[in-house]
């Protein structure tokens, strides 16, 4: 990778910025180290296609690119999202989903608010009303009853809280929930993949603790406005972002790239399942799955194409896996059917998640393109 120009800005400000403070003064970092190392805390959920690995390589690239807006179009895990609010950029946080969205609202849109012990008690203390939609609807899966119980116990009281506050304690809940479930999916209902870890023994309640704990350290401001939204790509306002960094869903040559069927737990769990289908007829109560285009071999290339142009006026930096469909070298033509400039980089990544051992899609190449 290209070392990084000396001039991008560094984090500032913001009621709980000490610690990247520190880094930014004791030590003659670039902004994308920096960067990184803020990162590199970031609480990790276990997600098809997430970027921790690559943080610091993104980091370099954004850090040679001018500009002080930035979308992450599809911001999944939130940690690239994460990174660029580390590097000063203002930063709006989109995905179609609503537990990514909620995370970013907790870590990247908030600036200074955490839960407080208080707070942590009361959400693990005893429930304030007598529902049970989790411990009915989803009984006898995934979680033992205590867990279930207490699931319904601590949205009775994240149903009175708004804001930040309500952000960090369903951010909280998801990855407690994704940390206790095995491999973090929900495809199945058995134990097939328990492997005796601290995580599958650990009761919910103590997961929520660690996890509220670990969202509380990493929340920090820069004076830069950053926020949160849930949309579809192609409903943004293109308008006013020096920098638009995409990763969509990649559509797989054979098997399927589902995020809903993987994750549907944690996508009811983060709205308590208003406003959403369940699939009654099947095993793991599926939801209702949503459309797009980037899942399918027969409409990814007019997918990419349109959300190429309709991001034209801003910087894209496009991060895409060589085991997807379509080839780098498509992905380059469409890129520069928009922009006069286009750069392809190479980085050698091995995939830890997403499919059996021996998959072959785990060995893949990651590439960056960036269209200038």
Known sequence: MAKPNSHRRSPSGGANAPRLFEMATTAPQSSAARAAEASAAFPRLRYMGSKYRLVPYLADVFA??????????FSGSGVVSYTLKAMGYSVTANDFLAFPTVIA??????????????????LTGPAIDDRDFIQTK??????????????????????RLDGAKRSIAIASLVLAAAR???????????????DGRRDLRLPLREHFVEA???????VFGTGAPCRAIQSDVFEIDPV????????????????????????????????YWRGLEIMEDTRTKKLTK??????????????LRDTFKRFSES?????????????????????GEVKSEVEVRRIDHRYHFGTHQAASRREAVEYLFIGR
């Open 64 to 73: 040679e690119l001018e500009g002080g807006s930035a979308l992450d179009a």
């Open 105 to 122: 609202d907790a870590t990247v849109a908030n600036d200074d608010v955490t839960l407080s012990d208080d707070d942590v008690a009361r």
């Open 138 to 159: 989803f009984d006898g899966l995934y979680f033992t009853h205590e867990d279930r119980v207490f699931l319904d116990s601590a949205w009775s009281h994240i149903d």
């Open 180 to 194: 206790k479930q095995p491999r973090g999916v929900f495809t199945f209902t058995d134990l097939r993949y328990d």
């Open 212 to 218: 509220a704990a670990a969202y509380n350290s990493v």
């Open 240 to 271: 006013g972002f020096d920098l638009v960094y995409l990763d969509p869903p990649y559509a797989p040559p054979k098997d399927d790239n589902c995020y809903i069927k993987r994750y549907h737990f944690l996508e009811g769990l983060s709205v």
């Open 290 to 303: 949503r459309f797009t285009p980037f899942s399918y071999k027969r409409t990814i290339v007019d997918a």
């Open 315 to 335: 910087t894209i930096v496009l991060s895409y896996s060589s085991n997807a469909v379509p080839d780098a070298e498509t992905i380059e033509r469409l890129l």
